[in-house]
C-alpha cells in the first residue's frame, strides 16, 4: 500500500470517535460472521445433499437394475420351453429338409408363445450357424436380405444369454425401436450347439419401471450401453443414438462413486450413474438440484435477518460498551501528560481485579516506579554484561580444548590397519577396517534416515569382527530382496538387534550359532527380521521386555531405561517417535529354540 493511501485511510481513521469506529467494527464483524456462516452452511448442506442423493439414487439404480435383469431372465427362462420344441429342434438340425408347410408349423410355435406370453415381443427368430434365418409367421413373407442389417444378425452366436443394445429396426413399417435378447439353443439330444433365438422386443415395461421410481418431479433416469449409446430416455426418438449426439452428450458421467452438480437445461442438476455388472449399462439419475435443496432458497432470507438483529443490538449496545472503554483510557492519558511533563510522582488509580485497565493502570505504576532504579543501575548492567561476556568466551575455549576431533580415532585405526597388513594378520585387518567403517558410519547424524542397502553394509562391517572372534563356527545370512534395498529407514535401528543377539544368543555358547536378517511386505509397510538360534529368552523376561516395549508404545516412557535391552528400548522409542504407535519392534521367543525380532517400518522408497 502506498504511503499517500496509508495517510488518507489513517486521516479516515481519527476522524471518528472510539464509538463510532466500535459500532462500524462489530457490524463488520457481525456480517462476516453471518457470511461465512451461511456459506459453510451452503456448502456442508450442498455436500450431505450430493451424498444423499448419490445413496437414494443407488439405491433405486439396484431396485431398477434388479427389476430389469428379473424381467430378461424371465423372458429368457420362458423362452427355453420354445427352443426344447420339436419342432424347433428339427429345423436347426434339418430346416433346409422341411417343406414350406413345416417351416410354416414352425414360425406358428414361434408366434403362439407370442400371443401367450408377450405382446411387446415385436419379431422371434431362428438362427443357425450355417447362415439360415426363420422368423415368427406374420414376419415370414418379408426376405432373409431384410434381417441381415438387424444388429443380431452381425453378432455371431453367443454363448450364453446376451442383450443387444437399443436400437430401430428395419423389418417392420414405421418407427420402432426394441431391444434384442439372444439365447444359445442346444440340442435336447446331444448338447451340440444348434443356433440361436433372437427376441426383439419394446422397452413398455422398462418404462413402467422407470415411471414408477422418479426421485423428483422433473427428475429422471435414462440407460447408457457400453458403446455410449441411449438404451432407455424418456424422449422416444433419442433411443439408440449415441449419446454425443443428443443433449445427453453435455453429461459427464465418468464418476461413478459420487454424486455431481453440472449444468442440464439451464438448472443445476444433481448427477449420479451406476453401472450395471450383468449387462454392463450405466444407469443414470438426474435431478435438478433446487428441488433436493429446497431448504437452501431461504437461506439469504434467514442470513438477513439475523444480519438485521445483530445490527439493532450492536447499534442499542456499543454505546454503553465505549464508554466503559473510554473513561478508562482517558484517566490514563491525564496521567501520561503528568509524567511527560516531568512528574514522576503522580499515580494513576488502581482497584485490584482482572479488568485489562486495571492491569495496564498496575503496570503503568511499577513503571514509573522503576524508571529511577533503572537510570541508577544502567552503569552496573554494563559491567555486568561485559563479565557475563567474558565468561562465555572463557567457556566457549575450554569446550574447544575438551572437544574430541573423531578424524583422530579414524586415522589411528588407519594406521593400525597399515600395521596390520604389513605385518600380514588378515584378521587384523577385517576387524579393523570393519571398525573404523563402523565408527565412520556412526559418527554422522543418528537421527538422519538412510537407505537398507547402506544399513546393512554397516552391519556387515560389524559382524565380520564377530566372525573374526568366533572364526568357523559363527554363520551370517542376509535374504533380503533388491527391491527393499532403496527402502528408507531410520540410522542404526538393525545393528543394535543384531548386537543384542550376538551378546544373549552367540556368546553363551562360543560363537556356535547363526543370525539370518531378512525383510519383506506386509500391507504397505516394510518388516525387518533378526532372527537367532540361541536360547532364547525365559517367558518372565520376555513379558517384561514386551510391557516396556508397549510403555514406549504409549508413550509412558519413565524408567524405561533402567531396565535390561535397553538398545532394544531406545531403538523402539526412536520408531515411536518418529512414525507413532502402529511401528516399532516386536520379540518372539521360544525357549532353546531361538528368538525373532520384528522391526516394522513405513515402506518408503528413496
Known amino acids: 500500500m502506498c504511503k499517500p493511501m496509508r495517510k488518507a485511510i489513517a486521516k479516515i481513521h481519527f476522524r471518528f470517535s472510539i464509538r463510532t ?32 442423493f448419490y445413496r437414494i439414487s443407488r439405491e433405486a439404480t439396484l431396485r431398477l ?14 423362452t427355453s420351453s420354445v427352443a426344447k420344441d420339436d419342432l424347433v429342434q428339427q429345423w436347426l438340425l434339418h430346416g433346409q429338409q422341411f417343406t414350406p408347410e413345416q417351416r410354416v408349423d414352425v414360425q406358428n410355435v414361434l408366434k403362439r408363445y407370442v400371443a401367450l406370453n408377450y405382446p411387446e415381443i415385436v419379431g422371434m427368430f431362428l438362427l443357425t450357424p450355417d447362415g439360415r434365418t426363420l422368423a415368427m409367421s406374420n414376419l415370414s413373407v418379408l426376405s432373409e436380405d431384410v434381417f441381415k442389417e438387424e444388429p443380431w444378425s452381425r453378432n455371431g452366436f453367443p454363448e450364453q444369454v446376451s442383450v443387444i443394445a437399443t436400437h430401430a ?8 425401436r426394441v431391444l434384442s435378447l439372444e439365447m444359445p439353443i442346444y440340442s435336447v439330444a446331444t448338447m451340440d450347439f444348434l443356433g440361436k433365438l433372437v427376441i426383439d422386443f419394446h422397452l413398455d415395461e422398462i418404462r413402467r419401471t422407470f415411471e414408477k421410481a422418479n426421485l423428483a418431479p422433473d427428475g429422471r433416469f435414462f440407460i447408457v450401453s457400453e458403446d455410449d449409446s441411449i438404451v432407455y430416455y424418456p424422449e422416444y426418438s433419442w433411443l439408440g443414438q449415441a449419446r454425443s449426439q443428443t443433449m445427453l452428450g453435455r453429461l ?33 439419475s438426474i435431478v435438478p438440484f433446487d428441488e433436493m435443496a429446497s431448504a437452501t432458497k431461504n437461506t439469504p432470507n434467514a442470513m438477513l435477518i ?24 482517558l484517566h490514563l492519558r491525564h496521567v501520561m501528560g503528568s509524567v511527560e511533563r516531568g512528574d514522576l510522582s503522580v499515580r494513576a488509580s488502581y482497584v485490584s481485579g482482572h479488568d485489562e485497565f486495571q492491569y495496564l493502570n498496575r503496570s503503568f505504576n511499577t513503571m514509573i516506579e522503576r524508571i529511577g532504579e533503572l537510570l541508577e543501575t544502567v552503569s552496573s548492567l554494563q559491567l555486568k554484561e561485559v563479565r557475563l561476556q567474558l565468561r562465555e568466551k572463557e567457556a566457549l575455549i575450554k569446550a574447544l580444548q575438551t572437544q574430541i576431533n573423531p578424524h583422530f580415532l579414524y586415522n589411528s585405526l588407519d594406521i593400525i590397519k597399515s600395521m596390520a597388513y604389513l605385518e600380514d594378520m588378515p584378521e587384523m585387518v577385517t576387524m579393523v577396517r570393519g571398525l573404523a567403517d563402523f565408527y565412520r558410519y556412526t559418527a554422522q547424524d543418528t ?26 563356527v559363527f554363520r551370517s545370512q542376509f535374504s533380503v530382496n533388491d527391491k527393499y534395498m532403496r527402502c528408507l529407514i531410520p540410522k542404526l535401528i538393525i545393528q543394535p538387534i543384531v548386537e543384542n543377539a550376538v551378546k544373549y544368543a552367540i556368546e553363551p555358547r562360543a560363537g556356535r550359532g547363526s543370525i539370518i536378517v531378512n525383510a519383506f511386505d ?61 511401528f516399532g519392534l516386536t520379540v518372539n521367543s521360544f525357549v532353546e529354540r531361538g528368538t525373532v525380532v520384528s522391526i516394522r517400518l513405513p515402506l518408503i522408497n528413496s
Open 21 to 52: 469506529k466500535l459500532t462500524i467494527a462489530f457490524l463488520l464483524v457481525g456480517l462476516l460472521t453471518i457470511i461465512i456462516m451461511g456459506s459453510l452452511s451452503y456448502g456442508y448442506y450442498s455436500a450431505g445433499i450430493k451424498r444423499d
Open 65 to 78: 437394475n434388479h427389476h430389469i435383469d428379473f424381467y430378461l431372465y424371465q423372458l429368457a427362462k420362458s
Open 169 to 176: 429396426v428395419k423389418y417392420t413399417s414405421g418407427d420402432v
Open 252 to 284: 459427464d458421467l465418468a464418476d461413478s462413486e459420487s454424486a455431481s452438480v453440472q449444468q442440464w437445461e439451464g438448472r443445476s442438476t444433481l448427477v449420479a450413474a451406476a453401472k450395471s455388472e450383468t449387462t454392463g449399462w450405466t444407469y443414470v
Open 306 to 329: 439475523a444480519f438485521l438483529i445483530i445490527a439493532l443490538c450492536i447499534v442499542f449496545a456499543v454505546p454503553f460498551l465505549s464508554n466503559a472503554f473510554v473513561r478508562p483510557i
Open 447 to 472: 537421527n538422519a534416515t538412510v537407505r537398507l542397502e547402506e544399513e546393512l553394509t554397516q552391519l556387515k562391517h560389524y559382524l565380520s569382527i564377530v566372525h573374526v572372534r568366533f572364526p568357523g
Open 522 to 582: 506386509d500391507d504397505s509397510q516394510l518388516v525387518i527380521e533378526v532372527a537367532d538360534n540361541g536360547p532364547g529368552i525365559r517367558p518372565d523376561r520376555l513379558e517384561q521386555l514386551n510391557d516396556t516395549l508397549a510403555q514406549i508404545t504409549n508413550y509412558d516412557r519413565h524408567g524405561y531405561g533402567e531396565r535390561q535391552s535397553l538398545g532394544m528400548a531406545n531403538v523402539h522409542a526412536r520408531i515411536v517417535l518418529q512414525y507413532g504407535g502402529a
